[in-house]
């Protein structure tokens, strides 16, 4: 019942800033938690930040947590994650995901087309 559509990577130096956007389709958006998780190439793909329905709780990885901001509008369907202090180690293919429980690492059942983002040193 959802389609999410990831948009706002490119090109940024160690340091910058770059936010992503997840537009979602659909009238259901705001019954689901929604996520960003990450894939750099040969690595797994992993948690990155899921915030839930209503925008009051969120939960972060370890590595992003104090540099990574997400957050939801949902009268725009769209979830964001405004990511600062960048570092090359966040250099992936980040994907939108709704579904999962906002507490926990698993991803949900619903997955975006991915945006890169590239971090340079």
């Known amino acids: 019942q959802v389609q999410l559509v990831e948009s706002g990577g490119g090109l940024v130096q160690a340091g910058g800033s770059l936010r992503l956007s997840c537009a979602a389709s659909g009238r259901t958006f705001s019954n689901y938690a929604m996520g960003w998780f990450r894939q750099a190439p040969g690595k797994e793909r992993d948690f990155v930040a899921r915030i839930n329905w209503s925008g009051g709780s969120t939960y972060y990885a370890d590595s992003v947590k104090g540099r990574f901001t997400i957050s939801r509008d949902n009268a725009k369907n769209t979830i964001y994650l405004q990511m600062n202090s960048l570092k090359p180690e966040d250099t992936a293919v980040y994907y939108c995901?709704?579904?999962?429980?906002?507490?926990?690492?698993?991803?949900?059942?619903?997955w975006g087309q991915g945006t890169q983002v590239t971090v340079s040193s």
């Open positions: 995901n709704a579904g999962g429980s906002t507490y926990s690492s698993y991803p949900g059942d619903y």
